[in-house]
């Protein structure tokens, strides 16, 4: 049954590009019976701002170079405004492995706070119960975390780190 909430993820579902063929917001459309075998074009623009360069696991098909770059929350408050300044949707979040900086609250407080809807993409590993939670208080809307194997010790092989698989469920 395609209710509701399948709308919602198509709605919320975009590629890297930040744009997708799919159910535009302002048609006023439920659900998506009427719209069998019709493609509405829609584009969310979407910001990624890499918090991060370095990561915890050292995955086999990773081309982001490790170095020590750590953005700062003035440089991110300034991406942040000319995100909004051209009229961006939201923001993903991006590394390295962004959990790794201790400013992914303040980040998201300041990106909601002016209008962005916001999402990290991230390995799991530092997603705890609490920081989930700080996050969420925080205005962040999603965290996808990567599973790239459902057989753990593939997973953990791919990703060159021991227990990534638990880390990431």
Not at 43 to 48: A, H, I, K, V
Not at 91 to 117: K, M, Q, W
Not at 132 to 144: H, K, N, P, W
Request: hydrophobic content about 40%; overall charge neutral.
């Amino acid at each position: 049954d395609w209710g509701p909430q399948a709308l919602q993820l198509m709605m919320s579902s975009v590629d890297c590009n930040g744009a997708n063929l799919g159910i535009a917001k302002d048609t006023g459309v439920t659900d998506l019976k009427g719209l069998k075998g019709k493609r509405i074009a829609y584009s969310f623009d979407l910001g990624y701002m890499q918090v991060v360069r370095h990561c915890n696991q050292y995955c086999r098909f990773c081309s982001n170079p490790s170095s020590g770059y750590m953005l700062d929350l003035e440089t991110a408050k300034l991406q942040i405004d000319d995100f909004v300044a051209r009229g961006y949707f939201g923001i993903i979040l991006t590394g390295g492995e962004p959990s790794l900086s201790d400013l992914i609250p303040e980040i998201s407080r300041y990106a909601v706070a002016n209008g962005l809807h916001v999402r990290m993409i991230t390995n799991g590993s530092r997603i705890t119960p609490a920081l989930a939670r700080e996050l969420f208080q925080a205005g962040m809307v999603e965290i996808s975390v990567s599973v790239d194997y459902v057989d753990p010790a593939r997973h953990d092989a791919h990703r060159g780190c021991p227990g990534a698989h638990r880390q990431a469920l």
